[in-house]
């Protein structure tokens, strides 16, 4: 038996923990704290009480739901390249393309726009420490609120200034192409 400088038994205080580890991270988005945050949506209504096992079942949740994320995230990625082609050509004047594009525009958008609530609403993992200098997530995280908010208008300004529509659009794709890149970093 081997006694620690304060003379407590080294054994037992491995054993006994001196505080329950959290079930929440500090940190979370604030999407993700309206859902799951210790006074989120589905806690206060019981449908997901803040348990241990409730906890690991909504850790493989979110496993699931962030490869949707970039599963998704890859097809629209793809999408909105065919998109800003047939806009192009749509606004040099081949009207032809007008239904092809209002088409392929609900096919981006709700690729789009699952992908950001796939990732938005997922539960926060256990741990979310605050990371100095720069990483692919934060990168990503950043770009993120840049080709949302250029989704948003692009979809505003559809039918009101075509000028900003492909401004926005292409800003969002660039960003968007960047937030994937950021990965490969
Ligand atoms: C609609 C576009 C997208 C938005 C708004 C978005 C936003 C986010 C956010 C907020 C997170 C952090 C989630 C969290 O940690 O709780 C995240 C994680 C992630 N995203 Fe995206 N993202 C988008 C598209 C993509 C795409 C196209 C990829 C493909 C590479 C991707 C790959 C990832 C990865 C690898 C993570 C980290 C997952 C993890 O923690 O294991 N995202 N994204
Ligand atoms: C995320 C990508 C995009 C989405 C979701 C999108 C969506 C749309 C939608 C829904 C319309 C029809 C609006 C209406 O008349 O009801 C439209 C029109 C149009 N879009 Fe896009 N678009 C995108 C990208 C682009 C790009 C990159 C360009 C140009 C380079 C472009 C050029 C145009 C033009 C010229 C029109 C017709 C505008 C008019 O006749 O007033 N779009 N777009």
């Given amino acids: 038996m081997s006694f620690s400088q304060d003379g407590s038994d080294l054994f037992s205080m491995l054993e006994e923990p001196t505080e329950a580890p959290s079930l929440l991270p500090d940190r979370m988005l604030v999407t993700q704290r309206l ?3 210790e006074k989120g949506i589905l806690r206060t209504s019981g449908i997901a009480p803040l348990t241990l096992e409730q906890r690991q079942k909504e850790l493989k949740l979110r496993r699931t739901m962030l490869t949707a994320h970039q599963v998704l995230g ?19 004047g081949q009207n032809d ?13 709700v690729g789009y726009f699952t992908t ?14 605050k990371v100095k200098g720069f990483t692919s997530i934060k990168a990503h995280k950043t ?15 559809k039918d009101k200034n ?3 529509h492909k401004g926005a659009a ?8 960047l937030a994937v890149l950021v990965f490969k970093f």
């Avoid at 950001?116 to 741990?127: C, N, V």
């Avoid at 770009?143 to 300004?157: G, K, P, W």
């Avoid at 292409?170 to 192409?177: H, I, L, M, V």
Wanted: hydrophobic letters at 50%; proline letters at 4%.
């Fill in 97 to 109: 393309l007008y239904e092809l594009h209002k088409d392929m525009a609900t096919v981006v958008n």
């Fill in 143 to 157: 770009l993120a609120t840049i080709h949302f908010s250029a989704m948003v208008v692009t979809n505003i300004y």
């Fill in 74 to 92: 890859y097809t629209t990625l793809a999408a909105m390249i065919a998109q800003g082609i047939i806009g192009g050509k749509l606004y040099t």
């Fill in 170 to 177: 292409y800003t969002a794709f660039g960003s968007y192409a």
């Fill in 162 to 164: 075509k000028e900003v």
């Fill in 35 to 37: 859902l799951w945050g």
């Fill in 116 to 129: 950001a609530g796939l990732s938005l609403f997922t539960p926060p993992p256990l741990i979310n420490k």
